[in-house]
Every structure is written in structure tokens, then in C-alpha cells.
Nanobody, 123 residues
Framework: QVHLVESGGGLVQTGDSLRLSCAVSGRTSGPNPLGWFRQAPGKEREFVAA????????YYADSVKYRFTISRDNTENTVFLQMNSLKPEDTAVYYCARRSGMNARRPDNYGDWGRGTQVTVSS
């Protein structure tokens, strides 16, 4: 069983930055592709960013490109999401997930999920 635990969320103002972390533990059989998703109240869960097992390839949603950066430290089994220039529309619960399928942008290609961390951006 694989466990993912997110941290780093909080309440910030427009233009501020936050760094989310996701610690991965359990039977991972080595580094896996990981992703970040978010879900705002009344909306579907949406893709934010993803990173390959080695960290050599990254993917971003258009809405966060050039503002958010995904990275990982495989020695610590941790993935990060650096979020800059935050906007009120970034307000959501952010989830970390381990990818088991081929499509990095589809939530149904991820088999293990964390419980999420709340990010609230005030205007």
C-alpha cells in the first residue's frame, strides 16, 4: 500500500507564494510518476502539474504554467509544488497522486491519492 501526505497549504493573499509538499511512503517499488490536482467547491477535480519518475519531464495545466513549478527529491520520496503569483482562482484543495496509467493529465490514470491540503487565496 502506498501513502501520500500533502502539506504546506494555507491562507495567502493575491500575488503571494506557497510551496506544497507531498511525502510518499509504502510499497512504491522505486520512484513513480506523480501529479498534483486540485478541486474547488462545486467543480471537478482538475489537473495542475505532473512529473516523471526521474524528474526529467514535467507537465503543466495552461492555467498555472509559468507560475507553478513541480519538482521532486527522490532521496526523500517527496514531490513539491512551488506556487507563485497566486490568484483567487487558485483556491482549492490540492491533491498529490501517484500515476499508474499513461496519461499524466487524466485523474483516472492515478491510482493512489493523498487526502489533500487546502489553499485559499484572498483578493
Amino acid at each position: 500500500q502506498v501513502h501520500l501526505v500533502e502539506s504546506g497549504g494555507g491562507l495567502v493573499q493575491t500575488g503571494d507564494s506557497l510551496r506544497l509538499s507531498c511525502a510518499v511512503s509504502g510499497r512504491t517499488s522505486g520512484p513513480n510518476p506523480l501529479g498534483w490536482f486540485r478541486q474547488a467547491p462545486g467543480k471537478e477535480r482538475e489537473f495542475v502539474a505532473a512529473i516523471s519518475a526521474t524528474g526529467s519531464t514535467t507537465y503543466y495545466a495552461d492555467s498555472v504554467k509559468y507560475r507553478f513549478t513541480i519538482s521532486r527529491d527522490n532521496t526523500e520520496n517527496t514531490v513539491f509544488l512551488q506556487m507563485n503569483s497566486l490568484k483567487p482562482e487558485d483556491t482549492a484543495v490540492y491533491y498529490c497522486a501517484r500515476r499508474s496509467g499513461m496519461n499524466a493529465r487524466r485523474p483516472d490514470n492515478y491510482g493512489d491519492w493523498g487526502r489533500g491540503t487546502q489553499v485559499t487565496v484572498s483578493s
